[in-house]
């Protein structure tokens, strides 16, 4: 048996963060970005669950040392974007409970945005946490897919078969290609990820899995929601596939100076004790609060602000990655 990618559901040891740096990718919302990132890594510590936040340097550092509870680990280490659930390490287990982590290529997603220490951070982590690593050769960010920690995995045509990403490998390549180093035995192929979504349509944005073989899928809210095409497909392909679903609300429509966003509450973190969902001031904030709360009654489920956190391309589930226990 393979290494296995467990469930986000299942006990993390801590939780990496990365914090924002670079005001180039944050314009005129660094400050708030900041704020946000900050108050997720609180609220992390403040549900009992250890955090890293990952600051670039000694100023970053002191910026987040004053922003965050004392419980919060502040570390530095040489990164780029925030974006560690795409750069940082994807930590396995094999048959014997041992903890690998497993290290892709990566490429700025698809050649867009290529910044100093986005090809490096991964190694970083899985050193300072005493993990042995396995190298892969091919690109792939963890935003792209989602498991169920049961051998069932999701992806988006529009991420995993883009030429930008791996043009040499076919949809049964990627596929054995997860197998073997992930453990996904079953990959559900949605189509397209969320309009203006940065990362050419990764899945966390779009559809994750809640329980083992039950997959959660955005339904359209209001009239106006831009998404409700992709939605609908996503929550066919997932019925063909056999797999049961579960409707959350979307947040409707967000825009910002005329362009929508890629804002989407599927973005959340499944902790230890609580769900971290990310909210953008709609009025669907409340609809997706009660609807985590019917799938995990034992957690709390804890809505936080991160429309600056999205001016810079990701949300709450972007910007961290576990490290299973």
């Known amino acids: 048996m393979p290494n296995r990618l467990p469930a986000e559901w299942e006990p993390h040891e801590k ?54 509870d004392p419980v919060v680990q502040c570390s530095p280490a040489e990164y780029g974007d925030i974006w560690l659930r795409d750069t940082g390490p994807l930590v396995t287990r094999a048959p014997d409970g041992s903890r690998r982590a497993q290290i892709f290529r990566f490429n700025g997603w698809g050649g867009k945005y290529r910044i100093a220490g986005d090809e490096t951070i991964g190694v970083d982590l899985a050193k300072d946490a005493g993990l042995p690593t396995n190298h892969h050769g091919w690109i792939l960010e963890g935003g792209a897919i989602d498991v169920d920690g049961r051998g069932l995995g999701v992806t988006t045509e529009q991420c995993l078969l883009n030429p930008n990403r791996n043009p040499q490998m076919r949809r049964e390549d990627i596929e054995d290609a997860l197998r073997a180093a992930l453990g996904i035995e079953r990959l559900l192929w949605l189509g397209d990820g969320l309009i203006n979504d940065h990362t050419d349509g990764h899945v966390d944005n779009l559809a994750r899995f809640v329980a083992p073989g039950v997959l959660a899928v955005p339904e359209a809210s209001g009239g106006d929601d831009p998404n409700a095409d992709i939605y609908a497909d996503a929550a066919d392909r997932a019925a063909a596939f ?39 001031g709609t009025p669907y904030d409340q609809a997706i609060v009660d609807a985590l709360q019917a799938i995990w009654p034992d957690k709390s489920i804890l809505p936080l602000p991160a429309s600056a956190i999205l001016s810079g391309g990701g949300s709450l589930h972007c910007a961290s990655q576990p490290l299973f226990a």
């Open 242 to 280: 056999g797999l049961e679903t579960i409707r959350l609300p979307s947040p409707g429509r967000v825009e910002s100076e005329g362009i929508v966003q890629p804002a989407s509450h599927m973005n959340f973190v499944v902790g230890n004790r609580a769900v971290f969902v990310p909210v953008y």
């Open 15 to 68: 939780l990496w963060i990365g914090f924002p740096h670079d005001a180039t990718e944050w314009p005129g919302q660094l400050e708030a970005a900041q704020r946000e990132v900050a108050g997720f890594a609180n609220a992390v510590a403040a549900s009992g669950e250890a955090v890293s936040l990952i600051c670039r340097n000694a100023s970053n550092l002191a910026l987040a040392q004053s922003l965050v």
